[in-house]
């Protein structure tokens, strides 16, 4: 269509305005006639305020439980959520002798697996009150890094992920550790086996106190749960978290401890707890015959390399109502005869010690 012919279809809505009007400029750049008149502009309707332009694009913060819960929702999906400490609430530690109790988990990172010749590089412990209804409140944390007398191994970097770096000129300050565990009903590690020995050794105090193990005293495969690496439990319970220093583990563990069991009831710190209370017997398989080392290794025996005063034999540890029937056993099937074999009665303040 021409030029001309749009400005009269133009005009001809315009009251007023003629029908026609000059002829059109020869090409661009032309100059326009004096005189010509133009449609006035078509109404432009009232544009929304920049903000509100702006928000309309922007996309809207994404609701993350809600997607993950969606993808959850195809059974194509499993979503890890962050493992978040609890808070720490200093007002609530218990005082001394208050129905409310005081425990402790506590972690150690050290140079190797020898309590006699390692040495602990990192001390982790966190604070909680419970009582007959669980755990209730964090109210502290201890972490502290030590140099060794000796250099961090590559393999143990890779493992903690502490540097030499991060622990020069640094020391675990025995004093206020031993202020921290003051007082404690409990102390619980995942391993107590392993970060007993290293703890007294830090701290006199710890000798005298009550433990519990949460690898060996909890029957993790009755809950569901087919291992019990601290790793495993954490994220079989939904949770992702930094592993392996000792405070963030600490952390880790007490949620773990927390969380409601929904198909058994209760939590495994309540399990815990009731285990940790209960006497067990240690009994030493001494002088048995050497042809027979693997049966009792099947059994779940462990040697004992006679150190720190123990017999130098296999041993076993049985709950105080399996004692006569783990007796019979060795008398039917080891020994041949009837035997007594050496056995110890152990409360929470004799477990797990080197």
Known sequence: MRQADLFSRAAANVPGLPATRAAAPAGPGAPVPLGTRFPPLAPVADLPPL??????????????????????ETGLYRVLRRLEPRPVRAAARPAPGAETR???????????????????IELGMVAFSYDGDGIRDVVDVFSALGEPSVPIAPEITRLTGITPEMVA??????????????????????????????????????????????????????????????????????????GHRAADDCHALLKVLARPLPDHGGTAFGRLLEASRRTRVRLWAEGSPFHLKDALKARGYRWSDGSNGRPKAWWTEVGEDAHEAEVAYLRAEIYGRDVTPTSQRLTARDRFKR
């Open 169 to 242: 000129g640094r020391r675990i300050d025995r004093e206020a550790a031993a202020r921290f565990v003051e007082g404690a009903d409990l102390v619980i590690a995942h391993n107590a086996g392993f970060d007993r020995p290293f703890c007294e050794g830090l701290v006199g105090g710890f000798a005298a106190m009550p433990w519990a193990c949460s690898v060996r005293e909890i029957e993790w495969a009755t809950l569901g749960f087919e291992g019990t690496k601290l790793g495993y439990l954490v994220n079989s319970c939904g949770w992702f978290h930094s």
């Open 51 to 72: 903000s509100a332009t702006h928000a309309a694009v922007r996309s809207p913060q994404p609701d993350h439980e809600d997607a993950a819960r969606r993808l959850e």
């Open 102 to 120: 005081l425990g402790i988990v506590v972690d150690t990172e050290t140079t190797g697996l020898d309590h006699s010749r390692d040495e602990v």
